[in-house]
């Protein structure tokens, strides 16, 4: 019952707001505007009810629209517009662009999450785990050095620094030599580059830049539907994941959190084809540019585990990565290790948490011991109450920001990529992830994980005065939005 509080919270808040404005609107206006505001407050309660979407959404919606309904009307009507014209985009993407083949394995669990996601599995791919960006931009350099024909970037975060112009200096050169460079850029993670360089490298006949999401004070219907992935592609042959950006508190030369914390995975191979479909289908979502893809054959590399890059979009209607989880989470036998910056879950995935804690499977959880957003680290604090009270073992990076996204269940399965534990990642964001199945890699996100939680502290929850529980409770109720 109390897993459900905030749902019910937020519904009988809904129903006071509707009643009291109900009561204004007897008081306030004629009889035909009475019919009409009934008759509209209907119509959209109706509708959100019967939406295909997550029950959190469904109230925030009706909260919306209960305290602001013109308001509330407006965006609920531009939300519809924009879903059905981007999924009908994505879809003819899809379809021009082909990735998923009929494929069966004798893995009950691999075969779900091929089917969920529409990406096909590989077996001949090889991974290299970063624990350390230091040591991921050692191997990166090097490969951007050594292109041949094309460098394909898609980054959430470019900020000016050290970073960046070192990697610019390599696309100079690189442009210079006839390779083909595209790069993508997230205009909210990434308002402005003022690099002078960065200029130049736009200006260069063998580079093309696309802003996704471009703003004028924040109108862009896109807004609340970022592109929060992260990927470098080298030759259609080498791609870099993982949750680390171009800036410079990502390789700890700026320190506004403490030690930054992030992970990269580096895939060479076969499944570099899915990767580059997730890559071509933001190029054509951001620039209305459609190119056929045109699939690396297949490398025989001598590995035999499954590997499943994929792609997760806010559009289609699939909720890759959540139906990801869930079935995970299920999964699970004996452990489960979470390491996120950010831990903002639906009511339905603490559930599965909460239960699986009875049937006694072992539950870490690793966050930041310093926020980057401390609204944000409230609500985080505040979802995971109930799961240390259950048994969960909660950890904050002793050193400062814990910003590496991975889950690993039962040494078995693993999920690396740009995929945070929040609503954001689950429903908003394009994201990008690796799933893995028995694969050696995914001992070493094993070892990185209980290494780094044996640098950390064991998170002891302190009593929290009546204002800031209140305060709490609210903030739960918006945590979709968040």
Known sequence: MKSHLSQITGFIISIFFLLLQSIIVYYTYNTYYIYIHFGLM??????????????????????????LPIIGYGFFFYYLIIYKIYNKKLVYFNNVNEIKEIRFCDNEVVNYIYNISNFRYYSNTSLNFYSDVDLKNKDLFKDLRNATTSIYIEMYIISDGILFDEILDILLKKANDEIEIKIIVDAVGTKRINSKKFKILKKHKNVKVIRYGETILYSNPLINYRDHKKIIIIDKNIAYLGGDNFGDEYINRIRKFGFWRDNAIKVEGEAINSILFVFFQMWYVASNELIKIDYVSENKLPTNEYIIPFGDTPFLNKNVYYSMLKKLLYEAKEKVMISTPYFIIPNELKNIILDILKNNVQVFILIPNIPDKKSVYQITEASLIEIKKNGGKIYKYTKGFNHAKNLVIDD?????????MDYRSFFLNYEIGLFLAFHKEITVINDDFFKTIEESNQYEFKKETLFKNIIRKIMMIFKPMM
């Open 42 to 67: 209907f119509l959209f309660y109706f509708c959100i009810i019967n939406l295909n979407i997550l029950a959190d959404y469904k109230i925030s919606w009706l909260f919306l629209i209960s305290i």
């Open 412 to 420: 078995k399965y693993a999920i690396v990529g740009s995929l945070n």
